[in-house]
C-alpha cells in the first residue's frame, strides 16, 4: 500500500513524454469534456442525469465542430498566404 | 430592508465564495444543491489532477508564469502551497507535457472561478427570496 502511494505520488513530479504530433491535439477532447460539464452544471435548472448528458453532449459537439471549422479556415488562410500569393508573385515564401 | 440583513447577507455571500473557492463545489454543496456540487467538485479536481500528472507539479510556477498562476489559484488555496513546494525548481517541466499541464491546470482554476461567482450570485438570489418572503 505504501509502495502503491509513493508510486502514485512520484508520477506526479515527472512530466509524461507526450511528442509535439497531430495526435498530441486529442488532449484537447477531456479539456472540452470538463468545460462543458462545468459550464452545463452551472446553467441548468435542476440536473438530472439524462437530461444533462443530453445538454452536455451537445455543447461538447458544438464546441468540437466550431474549433474543426476555426481550424480549417486557418489551414486555408495559411495555405493561400504560404502557396498561392508567393506563387502569384514569382517567388516562394521561403 | 433593516440593515443588519444586509451585513449578515454580505457576510454569507463572503462565506459562500470562501467555501466555493476552498473546496470545488462548497458553495453549491452548503445551499443544498448536492448533485450540482459533486459534478463540480469531481470534474474540476479532475482536470487539475490530469493537469499535475501530465506536466508534473512544476507546473504551478509562482515565479516564472505568473499569469498562469494567478488561474491555477483559483482552483483552491491548496495551490499556494503547492506553488511553495515548486519553487524550490526541484521538479523538471519541459515541453509539450509542461504547456498541456499549465492548460489543463488554469482551466480547472478558471471553471471553479465560473462555479464561485455562481454560488454567489445563487445564494445572493436564494437571500432576495428569503428577504421577501
Known amino acids: 500500500m505504501m509502495a502503491l502511494t509513493c508510486t502514485l505520488l512520484a508520477s506526479f513530479t515527472t512530466p509524461m513524454r507526450i511528442d509535439t504530433n497531430a495526435a498530441s491535439m486529442l488532449w484537447l477532447i477531456p479539456l472540452v469534456v470538463a468545460i462543458a460539464v462545468v459550464y452545463k452544471a452551472t446553467k441548468v435548472h435542476q440536473i438530472r442525469a439524462k437530461a444533462f448528458a443530453k445538454e452536455t453532449i451537445l455543447l461538447i459537439g458544438s464546441i468540437m465542430v466550431f474549433i474543426a471549422v476555426s481550424a480549417l479556415i486557418l489551414h486555408g488562410i495559411a495555405w493561400l498566404v504560404t502557396e498561392q500569393l508567393p506563387a502569384m508573385a514569382g517567388g516562394s515564401a521561403f | ?133
Not at chain 2, 463545489?25 to 499535475?52: K, M
Not at chain 2, 499556494?80 to 521538479?91: E, K, R
Request: charged content about 10%; some cysteine; aromatic content about 10%.
Open chain 2, 1 to 133: 430592508m433593516p440593515q443588519t440583513w444586509k451585513d449578515n447577507h454580505a457576510l454569507f455571500l463572503i462565506v459562500i465564495g470562501l467555501l466555493a473557492w476552498v473546496v470545488p463545489g462548497g458553495g453549491h454543496f452548503v445551499l443544498n444543491e448536492r448533485r450540482r456540487a459533486i459534478v463540480i467538485c469531481v470534474t474540476v479536481v479532475l482536470t487539475f489532477l490530469v493537469g499535475l500528472h501530465v506536466g508534473s507539479i512544476g507546473v504551478i510556477d509562482p515565479v516564472n508564469a505568473k499569469p498562469w498562476y494567478v488561474a491555477q489559484l483559483m482552483n483552491s488555496p491548496a495551490v499556494f502551497f503547492l506553488g511553495q513546494i515548486s519553487a524550490s525548481g526541484q521538479f523538471p517541466v519541459f515541453g509539450r507535457a509542461g504547456e498541456i499541464g499549465q492548460i489543463y491546470t488554469s482551466i480547472a482554476g478558471l471553471l471553479n472561478l465560473l462555479c464561485i461567482v455562481n454560488a454567489v450570485y445563487t445564494a445572493h438570489l436564494e437571500g432576495l427570496k428569503g428577504a421577501r418572503a
